[in-house]
């Protein structure tokens, strides 16, 4: 047994400590906003974040989520920078099927939370880990801009 | 007046289609009109269901995997119905008679014709709908309708008279639906040719969409699935002793694709089947190579092509031509790699199942869980969730069977979910091809000849086996020239089972065909010494939306104007689902690398529902063909699919990404398809961008530089 703090909530859950977070937070905690993609640290579907922080859920055991914040798409609305990349997604109409979206919104709400004014090459360091395979990056970029500027 | 259309030819399905060359799929599908009346709804037809609250829902019958429909198709009703298109609500469709693609034959999403198949059919629903609600209220009032008239989901009649929608629909439901409406001059549409904000983004900014594998059942179990590592291949004997032993394990049962465990969460079964012990019988292919496929190919080429076209003497033409040219392309095995891998969830009982997930075939699905369980069609209830991607993968619905085999074994419902490996190693991959191209220019560099002769699997042989007649599949054949004018042309294919199974993937075989052609008649521009540009220009003159789309692309391209250092631009052309595209691509290439700065792209397809779904679909369409011509590479060896994750098969991704700029022909043309043409087209544009650069031709996908 072991107590997750997930989006401002502390939660009980009973599964091994190995688990990858990923299926804690989709499984355990039925919260299916937070996508498995590959299993493999490689395409970012399952991002989320620990204490702010942009991770890979799918290859982060449980136990090092415990005591630390996590944080989904579920909860990012909450955050100034969740809320303004959610607005900008939303403006711009970024998803096509949707499925990679989560994960992209986690990363660029991490990445405008540590740096407001994100250059171009900031933002290709900071979303090239999150694949879409609709190609939403044009707007993904835009988007980002949009959040940044609030133009 | 715009009279009933018969809702399906039923190309395919009529014809039988088979799965797996046994399970026969042409079931017919209830002929009830799909949109049961919910408590306190009716239905006007199978598309409009109207509540009491004035709750409309507009029924959405194609898959939605991010190329618009759920927001495409409720546009077209609502326009004709007159109801707020920001307050309704769409469902997915159950499988059913009325929602038979007529283009395709089946309930299937595929070949980019959703708008095509349902622009009338659609608008006449909503139209029909519209005057039902007209007819109760002027019975309701004692009035002729003509003095009735319907906007924003409520009908006004003479003296200020209303009624809402809601306070119609039960009486409307009752009456017999017109057999003719008028639909609406275009110039008074309100939402169709608007480029309006889709209504399913909030739900997939805040993690809401359900997607196939977000799926969750009361008392629902998990499942992960070993199986062949060689398609086709079949268990011999496993040895479970150590999985059952494993936390949460509830069953492991032999199926006819592998060994399945069912446990209480998902990662315990992955755990537990990993623990699996499986002889396999790899079965007839386990020896398949790359290099043996393309040899085969090879041999194929050799072999006499079933013919598509004959004009003229082509071979006296090139044999007397002042400059003959030729040349080979080749294209590899691509995965579909949608991001949500395959998954499905199944509740098979006694005398009921539900079926619930990410699917592009609802008939075929019905048909497939019917054979499988034993059930009556209308036993099964069928329910598509949003897709993460499709790509055609999920026409073929081997993940739905293997759940459905799952649920019935164990009785209870559960959720079986491939892991990435499982997707990548288990696809029905896009063929593989060879094409041999030849000409002939004259003396003033003029083409006198052109011949295309293509061989690769066919898809449709498989899936479809009654549509490939005198060795054609006509879905091998897809945008196989533009029609230059050039005196003597042939065409012809051969089919080349080359043992690795092949499905539709995006573009189908545009891809193949167009990367082929494109580049060839830039192959013969540069014979001639000519501009591709103006080469292909002067072969158009009786082409005007192909030449229209060319020179648009040319023009906002700048073609002709010089560029910065190291960097050049090339130049394709194509008609593919009646739409026109041309498209300009500017690279440069550092380290034996390609760079793509930037995809001019003009675009001539007829009317359009909604421009910035067009526009979504134009630029995914870019990335799509960009990762093909950078990285797509499926190969082969001791019979297995050697990439398995995304490092070994690379997607595009945001710092690669090129600029693209979108230019869309006006027209009043009827509605041609955006959702495949694109990615196409880009290869050929950049092969023939990198020979302007450094003159080396790209006569292989991917695209590896000396």
Known sequence: MANVEINGKTRNVNVDPSTPLLWVIRDTLGMTGTKFGCGAQLCGACTVHLDGKPVRSCGTPLSAAIGKKITTIEGIGASEAGKKVQAAWAALDVPQCGYCQSGQIMSAAALLAANPKPSDADIDGAMAGNICRCGTYPRIRAAIHKAATGA | ?706
């Open chain 2, 1 to 706: 007046m715009t009279k009933l259309t018969n809702p399906a030819r039923r190309k395919f399905l009529k014809s039988g289609a088979a799965v797996g060359g046994s399970l026969v799929i042409g079931v017919s599908l209830p002929g009830v009109n799909g949109a049961q009346a919910a408590a306190d709804t009716s239905a006007m037809n199978a598309w409009v269901r109207i509540g009491a609250d004035n709750t409309v829902t507009i029924l959405c019958a194609r898959s939605e995997m991010g190329q618009g429909v759920v927001m495409a198709l409720p546009t077209l009703v609502a326009e004709e119905l007159e109801v707020d298109l920001n307050r309704i609500r769409v469902d997915f469709a159950p499988p059913g008679e009325m929602y038979i693609n007529a283009m395709l034959g089946g309930q299937i999403t595929g070949g980019s014709t959703s708008v095509r198949d349902g622009w009338e059919k659609l608008r006449i629903a909503g139209a029909q709908a519209r005057v039902m609600l007209t007819e109760a209220a002027a019975q309701k009032w004692g009035v002729d309708a003509s003095q009735c008239s319907a906007r924003n989901g409520a009908v006004t009649g003479p003296g200020g008279k209303k009624a809402s929608y809601g306070q119609l629909a039960e009486a409307a439901s009752k009456l017999t639906p017109p057999r003719e409406v008028k639909l609406k001059d275009p110039a008074q549409f309100r939402y169709v040719g608007k480029p309006l904000k889709r209504l399913d983004t909030a739900g997939k900014i805040t993690g809401k969409t359900e997607f196939g594998i977000d799926v969750r059942l009361p008392k629902m179990l998990y499942a992960s699935l070993a199986q062949c590592p060689v398609i086709g291949g079949k268990v011999a004997s496993f040895d479970d002793s150590k999985a059952k032993k494993m936390p949460g394990v509830k069953h492991v049962v032999g199926i006819t694709d592998g060994v399945a465990v069912v446990a209480d969460s998902w990662w315990q079964a992955k755990q537990a089947r990993d623990a699996l012990n499986v002889t396999w019988d790899e079965g007839p292919n386990k020896n398949l190579s790359s290099e043996g496929v393309f040899k085969g190919l090879a041999e194929a080429m050799s072999k006499p092509a079933a013919s598509i076209r004959q004009q003229g003497d082509v071979a006296g033409a090139i044999q007397s031509a002042a400059k003959p040219v030729r040349a080979t392309y080749q294209m590899p095995f691509l995965s579909h790699s949608p991001l949500e891998p395959m998954n499905f969830t199944a509740d098979v009982r006694k005398d009921s199942a539900l079926l619930i997930g990410s699917i592009q075939f609802q008939q075929m699905a019905l048909g497939m869980a019917a054979a499988i369980t034993g059930l009556k069609p209308e036993q099964i209830t069928i329910r598509t969730t949003y897709l993460g991607g499709g790509f055609g993968r999920r026409i073929d619905l081997d993940y739905m069977a293997q759940a459905v085999e799952i649920s019935k074994a164990i009785g209870a419902p559960v959720k079986l979910v491939w892991t990435r490996e499982d997707d990548m190693t288990h696809d029905f991959y896009r063929p593989a091809s060879l094409t041999e191209m030849s000409g002939g220019l004259d003396a003033n560099g003029r083409p006198v000849a052109l011949s295309l002769k293509m061989t690769s699997p066919s898809v449709t042989a498989r899936l479809f086996p009654p549509l490939v007649k005198d060795g054609v599949d006509p879905l091998m054949t897809e945008a196989i020239l533009v029609p230059y004018d050039i005196p003597n042309q042939s065409v012809g294919t051969v089919i080349h089972d080359t043992g690795l199974r092949v499905g539709y993937l995006r573009s189908v075989s545009h891809a193949l065909n167009v990367f082929a052609n494109e580049s060839f008649i830039d192959e013969m521009a540069a014979a001639a010494g000519k501009d591709p540009y103006q080469f292909r220009l002067s072969l158009l003159e009786k082409q005007p939306r192909f030449a229209n789309v060319l020179k648009l692309a040319a023009e906002k391209a700048g073609w002709g104007k010089p560029l910065p250092n190291g960097r050049a631009r090339g130049i394709a052309l194509m008609e593919g689902y009646e739409t026109y595209m041309a498209q300009v691509a500017e690279v440069s290439v550092e380290n034996r690398q390609i760079k793509v700065h930037r995809v001019v792209v003009a675009v001539d397809l007829g009317r359009m529902v909604n421009p910035n779904i067009v526009e979504q679909q134009i630029e995914s369409n870019i990335v799509f063909g960009l990762t093909a011509l950078l990285y797509g590479d499926i190969t082969l060896k001791d019979g297995r699919v050697q990439q398995t994750n995304f490092n070994t098969y690379q997607l595009l991704r945001m710092p690669e990404t090129p600029k693209i700029e979108m230019h869309i022909v006006k027209s009043t043309e009827k509605p041609g398809g955006i959702g495949e043409p694109g990615m196409a087209l880009l290869p050929p544009a950049v092969a023939n961008a990198v020979y302007a650069l450094n003159g080396q031709r790209l006569r292989t996908m991917p695209f590896r530089l000396a």
